[in-house]
């Protein structure tokens, strides 16, 4: 019987640090800086991708991610000699996707040409927003312009381009987003990432929204709106949700985001990179130390720079459930109650179908447009009560 992770793929996450500032509502591991040695960066990348294959060969690969912090400052010969070093441990797919986040103030088009000599074939930009008032407000370093003649040169070398929106910010009204949907969806896009903003603890707008500092952010009623628009301007253009807040031309969809999703096995490499792996039919979660000087130092005494730790079945369960639900497809229920030793609650189930949030078609279940919309309440419910018997 094949391991449960070969339902999602196998692919590689490369977790590059370094900002060239920090946006105020960004609480990902990213870190500022003037100076990188992308020498030692490149031998300590190259070190701890061979270390980590070792625990996992002979897999097919299917995906290799660069993200960030903002992977496009890093020089592409460091790229070349990850994706190199990668295929060099394990036989990969014929259409290996390997994606590259990007910035459109650290692209040019000399850059780029070399990440696509390098085996770059996707990259994906963070515009986030298209005016320029709302770009200053959410920290980015580019104008509209800068970032529009970013997306053309991106255009002009790869075919496969995405690039992220962050929407329901202050002050913006529904027409707003309207017209600026309608541009986006305007520039010949095969993906889009929308994202709502959320304010998150730790951040900056955290602290300026926990001191009232963060005006006109708008309410529950106006954000599902927004939503509902997304929605309906990406289906007409031609880019369904194939997951929450991602829109894509099919065949454009984001195949590493997709393991993910499916709940597959990946390698994290990098400062604050996180893995899932299935070694002998036990799934490991791994955590990589988040400071960049931690995690360096980590590999120069020949020390593993992550923890590891066993995922139980209900966690396993649970994750399959969370992640798989984001997802238009949804969820084979077969796999999660082989998975959790245990199956959903089927009034549950039930009680969600008559409210119109979820759809059951023999094993699949699926969440609708309206329960996407409030996809954590439908978790809950379903998660609630369930795993009372040891793991």
């Known amino acids: 019987m094949p391991d449960d992770w070969q339902a999602g793929g196998f692919g590689l996450y490369v977790h590059w640090p370094f900002c060239q500032s920090k946006c105020p509502y960004c609480d990902f591991n990213s870190h500022v800086t003037t100076r990188v040695d992308q020498n030692a960066w490149r031998v300590a990348l190259i070190s701890e991708i061979r270390r980590q ?55 040019d088009s000399g850059r780029f040409r070399d990440y696509r000599a390098a085996g770059v074939n996707r990259i994906s930009m963070g515009i986030q927003a298209l005016n320029d008032p709302d770009l200053r407000a959410l920290g980015r370093l580019h104008t509209v312009a800068e970032a529009t003649a970013a997306f053309d040169v991106a255009r002009s070398t790869f075919d496969n381009v995405s690039f992220d929106l962050i929407y329901a910010r202050q002050k913006q009204t529904l027409e707003e987003w309207r017209q600026e949907l309608t541009l986006a969806l305007d520039m010949a896009v095969d993906h889009l990432s929308l994202y709502q903003l959320t304010v998150e603890d730790g951040t900056a707008f ?92 980590a590999l120069s005494r020949d020390e593993a720079p992550d923890t590891t730790e066993i995922l139980s079945r209900r966690d396993q369960a649970t994750e399959f459930l969370m992640m798989g639900m984001r997802l238009s497809e949804g969820i084979s229920l077969e796999r999660y109650q082989t998975l959790g030793s245990t199956s959903l609650n089927s009034r549950k189930i039930a009680d969600l179908v008559a409210d119109g949030l979820v759809e059951q078609t023999g094993d699949n279940l699926r969440a609708t447009h309206r329960g996407r919309s409030v996809l954590n309440a439908v978790l809950r419910n379903l998660l609630e009560d369930q795993f009372t018997l040891p793991t």
């Open 206 to 297: 955290g602290d300026r929204h926990a001191r009232g500092l963060l005006p006109g952010l708008p309410d529950e009623d106006r954000s599902a709106d927004m939503f509902d628009l997304t929605q309906e301007l990406c289906g007409a253009a031609g880019l369904s949700a194939y997951e929450v807040s991602n829109h894509a031309r099919p065949g454009a969809e984001s195949r590493h985001n997709r393991i993910y999703w499916r709940y597959g096995d990946y390698v994290g490499v990098g400062p604050g990179a996180h893995g899932r792996l299935t070694i002998e039919g036990t799934k490991y979660a791994t955590e990589a130390i988040r400071q960049p000087g931690g995690w360096m130092a």
């Open 53 to 107: 294959a070792a625990l996992v060969p002979d897999r097919v690969l299917n995906t290799i991610f660069f993200g960030g912090g903002t992977p496009s400052l890093m020089n592409p010969d460091v790229v070349s000699a990850v994706i190199d070093t990668a295929r060099a441990c394990w036989p990969t797919a014929n259409d290996l996707e390997i994606s590259l986040e990007a910035n459109p103030t650290s692209v």
